[in-house]
């Protein structure tokens, strides 16, 4: 049985924590445990908040390994110049697209920072590219990720170069993102069906997106309200 810890003994907390970073460092350094890498880059940034080292496993564990959550953080880095690492949104974009390739759990998150980054070109030295924006979009919108199902109706509303306008896929992915909770998906779909966008009309569906909407708003609310208590 393991030895229980006493978590209001500072000192006795000091050494499990301690133990703890021993365990994830043996883990990745000796063992070459990708999941073990991962755990010591969240202990070194989650206990000893040692940015920089975190940062050093993180790049390793990508790009040796192709770790999927360690490409996806590390990207997140990137962004911020966190850790040391070079500010670049090029540079995070190409780890979004690694981790969107794998089958890691932070699979849909990635796919979808790669999925902005295209859609509006920051990352990129010939600007916006809508249809690379379409494809992270539409694999994490797969995964279940209701802002990505929201930004594909967005681009098919809008149209653009290798994109064409198509309001009937605009209203499957909005109705995707309200099945998925989004309030503006919710809200794009209920002007769809009231107007005869990319459909027939139908103010009966389109009052209850409506309604579907203001109840996904409500609960917006409700959750805040509980936090600020």
């Not at 989650?46 to 050093?56: L, P």
């Not at 890691?104 to 600007?127: F, I, P, T």
């Not at 594909?152 to 290798?162: E, K, P, R």
């Not at 909407?213 to 208590?229: I, P, S, T, V, Y």
Request: a neutral charge.
């Amino acid at each position: 049985m393991a030895e229980q810890i006493n978590f209001e003994d500072e000192a006795e907390v000091k050494q499990f924590l301690d133990n703890l970073g021993v365990e994830y460092s043996y883990q990745c350094h000796r063992e070459k445990d990708p999941e073990g890498c991962q755990r010591l880059a969240d202990y070194l940034e989650g206990v000893k908040k040692n940015y920089e080292a975190a940062a050093q496993v993180l790049k390793k564990n990508c790009e040796e390994n192709g770790h999927g959550e360690s490409c996806y953080k590390l990207g997140a880095y990137h962004v911020s110049g966190k850790g040391g690492v070079t500010e670049c949104l090029k540079s995070a974009y190409s780890c979004f697209i690694k981790a969107c390739n794998t089958k890691g759990k932070r699979l849909v998150d990635s796919c979808h920072n790669a999925g902005l980054l295209a859609h509006d070109g920051r990352a990129l030295e010939s600007g916006p590219d809508p249809v690379a924006a379409r494809q992270y979009y539409t694999k994490a919108c797969d995964g279940g990720f209701a802002p990505s199902c929201f930004n594909l109706s967005a681009l098919y509303i809008q149209g653009s170069a290798g994109v064409d306008k198509n309001m009937p896929l605009a209203l499957k992915y909005s109705l995707r993102a309200c099945d998925l909770g989004h309030i503006w998906g919710c809200s794009n779909a209920s002007r769809m069906y009231k107007m005869g966008d990319g459909t027939d009309k139908d103010d009966q569906k389109a009052e209850e997106l409506k309604n579907r909407a203001k109840e996904l708003h409500g609960q917006l609310k409700e959750r805040q309200l509980k936090f600020g208590e």
